[in-house]
């Protein structure tokens, strides 16, 4: 089975420090990674995947993540947060062999950021 | 394009109802999902489509039926409502399954 934790229910950060929203994933085979993003009262956004390749993925709005294999994790960051990033987050994983169709979502983290 | 539409955008039904949420997406994706969103749990997949006349369950599919009789439609339907099934419903599509997903703006359910 495949299975996603987003260990932290909310995050604080001060606008223009460096922000990470983490995210560990469970899966018999490989995995492809996803992050969205969500804002109040909205339907959630693509930022970035993880499919193969360069571990360190560049995303929407200047996320990025980075896929460590031996760690399991992917976690969300960027350099300098913004006011406007404050939103909801999820980490998404699909299992390529073994998950078949399906896209298994982490529980979110809620990142305030922070004047 | 209009993307991925959802419609009603609110709806309160009386325990023991019928309803249809309806979802529509015109980017020709195969692949369409609904989702339900409650608070602490994240995102919950009930029923999954990868193309017209092909369905299967996810991982909380009692309650719900769905049918694909075309590419665009994915309705989701809720047969007798329980106050369980109070929570926010999302539709998403991609081009295959393992494509990133477009999500529409979702149905706020009550039932009382």
């Known amino acids: 089975a495949q299975s996603v934790a987003q260990p932290e229910d909310q995050v604080n950060v001060a606008e223009g420090n460096p922000l990470t929203v983490k995210c560990t994933y469970s899966?018999?085979?490989?995995?492809?990674l996803f992050w969205y993003v969500q804002y109040p009262n909205r339907g959630l956004q693509f930022l970035l995947k993880y499919i193969t390749g360069d571990n360190l993925v560049k995303g929407s709005y200047g996320f990025e993540a980075e896929f460590n294999k031996s760690q399991t994790s992917f976690h969300l960051k960027k350099p300098s947060a913004l006011v406007s990033d404050s939103a909801l987050y999820f980490c998404?994983?699909?299992?390529?062999?073994?998950?078949?169709?399906?896209?298994?979502f982490g529980t979110g983290t809620q990142l305030k950021v922070e004047l | 394009n209009a993307g991925v539409t959802q419609t009603p955008k609110f709806q309160v039904l009386k325990t023991g109802q019928s309803m249809t949420l309806q979802c529509a997406q015109d980017m020709n994706h195969e692949y369409m999902s609904w989702y339900r969103q409650d608070p602490g749990m994240g995102l919950r997949l009930i029923h999954y489509?990868?193309?017209?006349?092909?369905?299967d369950q996810g991982e909380v599919p009692n309650g719900y039926n769905v049918s694909r009789s075309t590419t665009e439609d994915f309705p989701l339907r809720l047969l007798s409502a329980a106050p369980s099934q109070t929570s926010v419903y999302f539709c998403?599509?991609?081009?295959?399954?393992?494509?990133?997903?477009?999500f529409g703006p979702g149905t706020r359910l009550t039932v009382l």
């Open positions: 998404a994983v699909r299992d390529i062999t073994g998950g078949g169709n399906k896209l298994t």
């Open positions: 998403a599509s991609s081009y295959r399954a393992y494509n990133e997903q477009f």
């Open positions: 489509s990868v193309g017209a006349g092909i369905t």
């Open positions: 899966v018999s085979g490989n995995p492809y």
